[in-house]
């Protein structure tokens, strides 16, 4: 029985390859993940220990809120065995560029680091307080050059000097490198963040062990302070950085797995078809009297192999798109900083890759297999195949009905509930099952459905199109498990679209319903000068400035920011969302508090609490509740109240409105103005904020349809695998045709339009659950979303998935058109 | 032996000659054969087991290439033809009748009758397609598909198929070959109808002496030569002829 599985599986190797190539693109990706994952994980331990074998002992403080005191550097210098103590100061210090702005969106780093730490690339360390390096890539977007001299804000908004001395490497700290970083001397590091002590403390020994000087210096060094050894901080460092590429694993996994789904299907399929063909082989194996148990575990082991070459194929797949990612990443990604070791396949990879690639496959085996045992051995006498008429089983439509009852029920439960993260699962869990009912009910709903997206092929290409969309639902149950893999990529990008088109719309919507500001005058550092404001009032072109402020204060004697905004704006321009009550009656002796705060406090509209400071609080009569997506501070007190109890303080932000009609570029002149002296405030426009937030949205979107290009590559494969198996049972029907008198380019027309429509009925079927199921989720992430339909995209989705389909059919329908008609109607 | 009987031929072969393979591995399947098929008449090829005639209807009906010598259907010689318009050819002048796997399972009864010339995008005549319907007894059985009907049932619509194009000859390879005595005679005797009533020329490959008695005339090959033909044969007479070759 073995020798019969090996030689049965080389006279089908063919057929098998596009199988394989499911499998080993499938356990390729999940392999990939982990070689991509493994290599940065390596790269940052080996970088972290490069670092930490220049340091015995390091001194670090128990949080950036208390600081270790200066006073401790010198302590630990005389202690026995001490070499060498120097401190790491770490900060923020805004550093102004070449356009007089603070660089970035993020405040700059201010460090000191030991020499011994500072990775210069140019130049030189800072010797002296006015000198300083700037990081490697912010020096080249910024166009700094050594010996410039640079501006830096320290913690007053004073600016000073620097000249600039060299550049450095931050190397795999991910925090600097996304902030931007100035490496000054200890002093001026110090000075310019307001740091009020030492980050770090890093210690040589001059003989003693590591161990032993960590014990010695832990003694000085007191309970506020943690003291490790070198090898101790380089472990710590590089777990808290592998906790980020743990993210990446888990979704880079998660499309591994959606695409190792789509192989199981396509696996599935393609076995179910050999077990059909070979029908009459396995009956007359039967025949010559090999036991059901023999048929089954043939074909078991046909798939066992199949599952072991392709995965271990896949593993070199793995393997190869790893070491790509990381390249890719290295030559197109330069300022993000991925530390790089070799590529390695880990035999935690191997046997993860391997494991899963042989379980899927033999599992989708299975139930073929089972099938192969009811091959009555008296099919082999038979001469011709019956064909599959397909009758949809009580069984069948029992369990569809308790899936789809079951789909139904949470969908609506989870529409209908109070939106939020339970509501969003429970929807999920809806779609989950409602893709098992259509899983169920596939070769009951690929008849009509091939019926629909053959209607035009068939009105188009004549004969061949109407035959074509006979044969797409001649085996529904075939051709149902063919498009359902299609559909699972398809209906996973649908509803991301949805999601994505919804959730930009629903922020559209929002900002221009509250408030419709043109420009947005905010600080890197926190703080916009109240002179801003001022200097923007009184001109024609702006008809509204409204000021933004808060300052900590008490709620009901809980700290809470108390915020304000200009009392005019409220009257005029700005229609803040009230989940109950209205801001209409806010008013001196009044408040506006946001939703989670309410709930939090359990304070109704109509409540008196008590708003101020620690000192003096007064009683306000809450008359809103503001939706947490409201503008407003999250308590919301009249301009004059809050004047009162917290003065004239520096503005958070100020939203501006063109007036009419007025020269935008005028308008924006003089918002650039009026910030003009301050490098740490920055305008920002509504169309860029809604630019930047496209892109980011885009570039999700595109990094996902990328993702889920793969499951839609493999179940191509199974679109091309059906057809040309159903080409290769066929052969005597597309002679019979030829014969009749088609023309080779109509047989080729006929299997191409055929392969069309299964991928058209795929794509239905993925839209509209993706559809739905985008919109169900929209209702779960908050009352008053703004639907919208992608249908651009969606469209192109359909179209994309139709030309795929043909595609796939390239090669199958050559072959079918090339084949002789005499030899194909001669033979069995 | 060789004769060209008829003037009015609707198909004749001059010289085929068709070698399968090369060198030591050549099998000479025709080794040169002139025959001529009448118009309006029933011939029957005839010979035993490789003796080229399925070979031979194969070439004549441009399902297969000719390594040497010329066929011409009516006034079209087919040896010259490329494939495109050779399957134009087949499909607008040649009918087929097959052993067996005649119809398309996805098919029913009617559509199967008409698809050749839908293929053709031509419209039947619709007083022909009543007349081949109720010749071959299908009247009822139109809207079936082929599994659901019998084997005899199945090769009527595959004569009715051959007939409705009104092609210029119907080739015809052993189309009783899977059917009980009883429906071969019926497929049998509406091919000599579809003969003497429509007019219609057809070729049929057979080993059975019975059903090669039904038609006008019978030619007999071996070892790719014709090398005998009857006119009006009788089962006892085709039988003997066979047997006197066999000998």
């Known amino acids: ?828 | 032996m060789t004769t060209i009987t008829s003037v009015r031929s609707a198909v004749t072969a001059q010289g085929l000659t068709k070698v399968y393979g090369t060198g030591d591995a050549a099998v000479h399947a025709l080794r040169g054969i002139d025959v001529g098929f009448a118009t309006e008449a029933f011939t029957a090829i005839m010979g035993p087991s490789g003796s080229g005639k399925s070979t031979l209807m194969h070439c004549l009906a441009g399902l297969d290439s000719v390594t040497d010598g010329h066929v011409t259907i009516g006034d079209v010689e087919i040896t010259r033809l490329n494939d495109k318009r050779l399957t134009l050819l087949r499909r607008d002048r040649v009918g087929f009748i097959f052993q067996a796997f005649n119809l398309l399972p996805t098919l029913t009864a009617e559509q199967n009758i008409r698809l050749p010339l839908q293929i053709a995008g031509r419209q039947a005549d619709q007083a022909l397609f009543d007349r081949v319907i109720d010749t071959v007894g299908l009247r009822d059985r139109l809207r079936h598909k082929p599994s659901q009907l019998s084997g005899g049932q199945q090769q009527r619509v595959a004569v009715a198929r051959a007939l409705i194009s009104k092609p210029q000859v119907i080739f015809a390879d052993e189309p009783t070959g899977n059917l009980d005595s009883r429906s071969g005679a019926e497929v049998l005797s509406f091919l000599r109808t579809s003969v003497r009533e429509l007019g219609q020329t057809i070729v049929m490959v057979t080993h059975d002496p019975v059903a090669a008695s039904y038609a006008d005339r019978v030619v007999f090959l071996r070892d790719g030569l014709l090398v005998r033909e009857l006119e009006q044969p009788t089962p006892q007479t085709v039988l003997d002829t066979l047997v006197a070759l066999e000998a």
């Open chain 1, 1 to 828: 029985m073995f020798r019969t599985t090996i030689t049965g599986l080389l006279a089908h190797r063919l057929r098998l390859l596009l199988t394989s190539l499911a499998i080993i693109l499938g356990v390729g990706f999940i392999a990939g993940t982990f070689v991509l994952t493994d290599t940065i994980d390596a790269g940052f331990s080996q970088s972290f220990t490069a670092a930490a074998d220049k340091i015995d002992v390091a001194v670090i403080s128990k949080g950036d809120e208390d600081p270790l005191p200066p006073s401790l550097l010198a302590k630990v210098g005389s202690v026995a065995g001490v070499k060498d103590a120097q401190p790491v100061v770490s900060g923020e210090a805004p550093l102004i560029g070449k356009d007089g702005k603070t660089v970035g969106e993020l405040v700059t780093a201010g460090v000191s680091f030991p020499s011994y730490r500072l990775d210069v690339t140019s130049g030189k360390a800072p010797a002296s307080d006015g000198e300083a390096l700037v990081d490697t890539s912010t020096a080249r977007a910024q166009g700094f050059r050594i010996g410039d001299t640079v501006s830096v804000l320290d913690q007053k908004n004073v600016r000073h000097e620097f000249r600039l001395v060299g550049t450095f490497d931050v190397g795999v700290d991910q925090s600097l490198a996304a902030r931007g970083a100035v490496a000054y001397t200890p002093a001026t590091a110090m000075r310019m963040t307001g740091a009020t002590g030492y980050a770090e403390i890093d210690v040589t020994t001059a003989g003693p062990s590591r161990e032993s000087l960590r014990t010695a210096v832990a003694a000085v060094a007191g309970s506020g302070a943690k003291v490790q050894t070198g090898e101790e901080r380089a472990a710590d460092l590089a777990a808290s950085n592998g906790a980020s590429t743990d993210y990446l694993k888990v979704g880079l996994l998660m499309f591994g797995f959606v695409a190792l789904l789509v192989a199981g299907l396509v696996i599935y399929n393609t076995f179910g078809i050999l077990v059909a063909q070979r029908m009459r082989e396995l009956a007359l194996l039967r025949c010559i009297g090999a036991t059901r148990r023999q048929v089954f575990g043939s074909i078991v082991l046909e798939s066992a192999i199949v599952g072991l070459v392709s995965s271990i194929l896949g593993l070199a797949a793995g393997l190869g798109m790893g070491w790509l990612a990381v390249f890719l990443l290295g030559t197109y990604q330069p300022d993000v900083e991925v530390p790089t070791g070799t590529v390695t396949l880990s035999p935690q990879t191997i046997v993860i890759g391997l494991a899963t690639g042989l379980i899927m496959t033999v599992v989708a085996a299975l139930l073929p297999a089972r099938q192969a045992t009811k091959v009555a051995p008296v099919a082999a006498l038979r001469t011709q195949t019956e064909e599959h008429t397909f009758r949809a089983g009580v069984v069948r439509i029992i369990f569809a009905v308790l899936f789809g009852l079951a789909a139904a029920g949470l969908t609506y439960a989870g529409v209908t509930a109070k939106p939020d993260e339970t509501a969003l699962m429970t929807v999920m869990a809806g779609g989950v099952l409602a893709f098992f009912t259509v899983l169920i009910l596939g070769p009951v709903l690929v008849t009509p459905l091939s019926g629909l997206a053959g209607w035009l092929p068939g009105r188009l290409f004549g004969v061949p199109g109407r035959l074509a969309t006979e044969n797409s639902r001649r085996n529904p149950k075939r051709s149902a498990t063919t498009t359902i893999a299609l559909t699972i990529g398809v209906t996973l990008m649908t509803f991301m679209a949805v999601l994505t088109a919804t959730m930009r719309a629903t922020a559209d919507h929002e900002l221009d319903s509250q408030f419709p500001a043109d420009y947005r005058v905010a600080a890197q550092t926190g703080d916009v000068p109240h002179t801003v404001a001022e200097a923007l009032r009184g001109h024609p072109e702006l008809a509204t400035v409204a000021e933004f402020r808060e300052a900590e204060g008490k709620l009901d004697d809980e700290d809470y920011p108390i915020g304000t905004v200009t009392s005019s704006v409220l009257e005029t321009a700005m229609r803040p969302k009230a989940t109950s009550g209205s801001a209409d009656g806010f008013k001196p002796g009044t408040v506006m508090i946001a939703d989670y705060v309410a709930e939090h406090l359990k304070i109704k509209v109509g409540d008196d609490v008590r708003v101020g400071t620690a000192k003096k609080a007064t009683p306000l009569r809450v008359v809103a509740i503001l939706d947490s997506q409201s503008l407003l501070p999250s308590i919301t007190v009249p301009e004059q109240f809050f004047d009162e109890r917290f003065g004239k303080t520096d503005d958070n932000q100020i939203l501006i409105t063109a007036a009419d009609g007025a020269d935008l570029d005028k308008a924006r002149a003089i918002v650039d103005d009026a910030t003009q002296p301050y490098p740490a405030v920055k305008v920002t426009s509504s169309t860029e904020i809604r630019g930047q937030f496209d892109e980011a949205i885009n570039g999700i979107l595109s990094v996902i349809t990328g993702l889920l290009g793969l499951a839609i590559v493999i179940s191509l494969l199974g679109i091309a695998n059906t057809l040309s198996l159903s080409v290769h049972e066929r052969t005597r029907e597309s002679a019979l045709l030829r014969a009749l008198g088609l023309k080779r380019g109509q047989l080729r027309g006929m299997l191409t339009v055929e392969a069309l429509i299964l991928g058209l009925v795929g794509a239905l079927v993925g839209t509209v659950l993706g559809i739905v199921y985008g919109w169900a989720a929209t209702t779960t992430i908050s009352e008053s979303v703004s639907f919208r339909l992608p249908v651009g995209q969606i469209a192109l989705f359909i179209a994309a998935s139709g030309l795929a389909g043909v595609l796939a059919a390239v090669l199958p329908a050559r072959r079918a058109a090339r084949t002789s008609i005499v030899g194909s109607l001669a033979s069995d």
